[in-house]
């Protein structure tokens, strides 16, 4: 018995199998692309919208946020002022005279503005310790003036904030040991030591700042012996020393700053026996000093051709001069600048002159 089978059927095909279809190499970046772009607006919209937030927080305590108008002008004009802070960048903020508290400086910790005016409201801040600090650390600028609790302690934790360019420590209790800190702010460009209680000995702290631009040592209790530590500061531009007890003998410490171009010096002892001295400063276009004479200052504005050269510079100072009661020495120098501005106004005049012939 024979067993029938049916035909077979050949599954096997000659057609070759499908390809599978492949998304182009320029799509798969276009898509890429969108995802980026898509986190990233993402995440500065939520930035900004904290940005805000903080902005609104301060501005609601009193304080004042100082910023970069965003750009491009036509976005501001479009949504307004008000929502373009998003995207603003902050230079400042200014709390002196709220009632801050560790809550609210929070919000100033989300801005990390570049200058920082927070007066007494920075007090418990910046000598509580590293928790504190780190946030603050991108800061350019701190204001504490008119702060007396804060102590060599408290600077020790401000002296981490490496990226600090001007601090302001006037009528603080800041003394030679406090220095110490501040001579690790390799950053410096201004530094208000003002009616403060370093003494010479404090000053040879500062010899690391070689970026220093600005120093007020006015009201404190140098003598005068420590400003030979000044000299290894080639950068700096004004020097405030007066009501200190600096005398002659003590300014010739500081021959060699030539880039000096402003020098206070009312309250001192220096006089016109310093004037050898006072001339080697080339560059000096300001200066002040109770116990020199009208004749001194005569013979100063004619030996250093920038002194007292800015119009504006020599009106403000005789307005300054006007308002103060009268000391020896005062009437001999209003004189002096009275005579110089009218020197300028002289050679402004022949100058326009000159042009428009």
């Given at each position: 018995m024979?067993?029938?089978?049916?035909?077979?059927?050949?599954?096997?095909?000659?057609?070759?199998?499908?390809?599978?279809?492949?998304i182009p190499v320029s799509l798969r970046m276009f898509v890429a692309?969108?995802?980026?772009?898509?986190?990233v607006c993402a995440w500065r919209g939520a930035t900004?919208?904290?940005q805000l937030s903080?902005?609104?927080h301060i501005e609601g305590l009193g304080g004042k946020v100082a910023t970069t108008p965003c750009k491009p002008d036509w976005l501001r004009h479009n949504i307004g002022s008000?929502?373009?802070?998003?995207?603003?960048?902050v230079e400042s903020v200014e709390l002196a005279g709220t009632d801050c508290t560790d809550a609210d400086l929070a919000f100033v910790a989300l801005l990390r503005p570049k200058r920082l005016d927070l007066g007494r409201e920075m007090i418990g801040y910046v000598s509580r310790g590293p928790e504190h600090y780190k946030a603050f650390i991108p800061l350019h600028a701190v204001y504490l003036e008119g702060c007396p609790p804060i102590t060599d302690a408290g600077l020790a934790n401000l002296s981490r904030m490496t990226s600090l360019q001007h601090l302001d420590l006037n009528g603080s209790q800041i003394s030679d040991a406090g220095l110490e800190h501040a001579g690790k702010l390799v950053r410096l460009h201004n530094l208000d030591l003002s009616n403060t209680q370093?003494?010479?000995?404090?000053?040879a702290s500062?010899?690391?700042?070689?970026?220093l631009r600005e120093l007020s040592l006015r009201g404190t209790q140098i003598t005068g012996a420590g400003l030979v530590h000044l000299r290894t500061?080639?950068?700096?531009?004004?020097?405030d020393l007066r009501l200190t007890r600096v005398g002659d003998p003590e300014l010739s410490h500081l021959v060699g700053l030539t880039g000096l171009k402003a020098l206070g010096l009312n309250g001192t002892q220096v006089t016109d026996s310093s004037l050898p001295n006072l001339k080697s400063f080339v560059n000096l276009e300001f200066a002040d000093a109770t116990q020199v004479t009208a004749t001194g200052w005569t013979e100063l504005v004619r030996s250093l051709p920038k002194l007292f050269n800015r119009r504006h510079e020599l009106e403000q100072k005789i307005v300054e001069l006007e308002s103060q009661p009268e000391y020896n020495g005062r009437t001999q120098m209003l004189r002096v600048l009275r005579k110089q501005l009218a020197l300028q106004k002289q050679l402004e005049l022949e100058k326009q002159l000159a042009l428009e012939e």
């Open positions: 024979t067993t029938q089978t049916g035909p077979t059927t050949d599954t096997t095909t000659d057609t070759p199998p499908r390809r599978r279809r492949c692309m969108l995802a980026v772009l898509g986190f900004g919208y904290q903080a902005i609104r008000e929502w373009t802070k998003l995207f603003d960048v370093v003494t010479d000995a404090g000053l500062l010899r690391p700042l070689q970026s500061l080639p950068n700096l531009e004004r020097l």
